[in-house]
């Protein structure tokens, strides 16, 4: 099969196959006389995977290191690079909640101060300004005048 039909069956564009070759992330099909790729089954299973790790978001040079034993490898030596792989995610992942949640906080209790706040107030509830932040808004001020 040519790229656009490979494309069709693995749900890639044809642009991003070629990008994922020229970045060395999937096997090069060979080619025929005219200088077209052909695609297999085969390669058409690599791209689906390739596809399904990235929707899961994993970084491409993740997604490169397990392609190629996709590709060329037996299940089990498959399996273990998977499992390794997706251990890893699953441990990034909490990482990201944990800062999300955090970073939750932190927005709402600046909202909260910010809700608080008198309509003719300057300073914000349980934040100190920066004496930059002071010099900037007393040059503005006495820009003005």
Request: charged share 30%.
């Given at each position: 099969?040519?790229?656009?039909?490979?494309?069709?069956?693995?749900?890639?564009?044809?642009?991003?196959?070629?990008?994922y070759?020229?970045?060395?992330?999937?096997?090069?099909?060979?080619?025929r006389?005219?200088?077209?790729?052909?695609y297999?089954?085969?390669?058409?299973?690599?791209?689906?995977?390739?596809r399904?790790?990235r929707?899961?978001?994993?970084?491409?040079g993740?997604?490169?290191?397990?392609?190629?034993?996709?590709?060329?490898?037996?299940?089990?030596?498959?399996?273990?690079?998977?499992?390794t792989?997706?251990?890893?995610?699953?441990?990034?992942?909490?990482?990201?909640?944990?800062?999300l949640?955090?970073?939750?906080?932190?927005?709402?209790?600046?909202?909260?101060?910010v809700?608080a706040?008198?309509?003719?107030?300057r300073?914000?509830?349980?934040?100190?300004?920066?004496?930059?932040?002071?010099?900037?808004?007393?040059?503005?001020?006495?820009?003005?005048t």
């Amino acid at each position: 099969m040519n790229i656009q039909q490979a494309a069709r069956a693995s749900g890639l564009s044809a642009d991003t196959i070629r990008f994922y070759e020229k970045k060395g992330v999937l096997p090069r099909p060979p080619r025929r006389e005219n200088g077209y790729r052909t695609y297999s089954e085969e390669h058409v299973e690599t791209l689906r995977l390739a596809r399904g790790l990235r929707d899961l978001g994993l970084p491409l040079g993740e997604v490169a290191e397990i392609l190629p034993v996709a590709h060329d490898g037996t299940c089990g030596d498959l399996r273990e690079a998977l499992v390794t792989t997706l251990e890893g995610a699953c441990e990034e992942v909490e990482r990201r909640i944990e800062d999300l949640t955090r970073t939750r906080g932190e927005l709402a209790s600046i909202l909260n101060g910010v809700r608080a706040m008198p309509a003719d107030t300057r300073d914000v509830p349980g934040m100190t300004g920066c004496g930059c932040v002071q010099l900037v808004a007393e040059g503005a001020s006495t820009a003005r005048t």
